[in-house]
């Protein structure tokens, strides 16, 4: 319970107040709660993260697609490393994957290899500092 009220102070501490988005993450060991801004147009999940230099260590991008697709994500012109939790319909994790900023052309392009419906971006490393695996659920509230 500590670590949720921690996380979530921090979350409103780096939004400047109390409003927002928020990404609930269910764990083995307790919920984790995220700040998160949510990209749920094209044009706002393909500018993504791009161009921005840092992140809050508890904040993140959720990506929401009308349907199960199997779009990848890429690096081109993002410059932070981040970690991306790919979940299905049902919000359960499919797949948890780190990826590395892409100055050039080609950028690797990353994807969970199945259908899912939704992903959130978040600092590199903080899925596995929350203890966050496959297999977890996620819910965004607005």
Known sequence: ??????????????????????????????DVVVHVEIADSSAERAR????????????????????????GFWMKDTLIPL???????????????????????PCRVYGPGVAFRGALEVPRGAFTRWGVRDGDILRVER
């Open 48 to 71: 993504g993260l791009m161009g921005r230099t840092e992140l809050p260590s508890e904040s993140g991008m959720v990506f929401v697609f009308p349907q199960d697709t199997h779009a």
């Open 83 to 105: 970690s991306i939790a790919f979940y299905d319909r049902t919000g359960r994790i499919v797949k948890l994957l780190d990826m590395t900023p892409c100055k050039q052309d």
């Open 1 to 30: 319970m500590r670590r949720v009220l921690l996380v979530t102070l921090l979350a409103v501490a780096s939004c400047g107040g109390s409003g927002g988005s928020k990404a609930i993450i269910e764990t083995a060991s307790g």
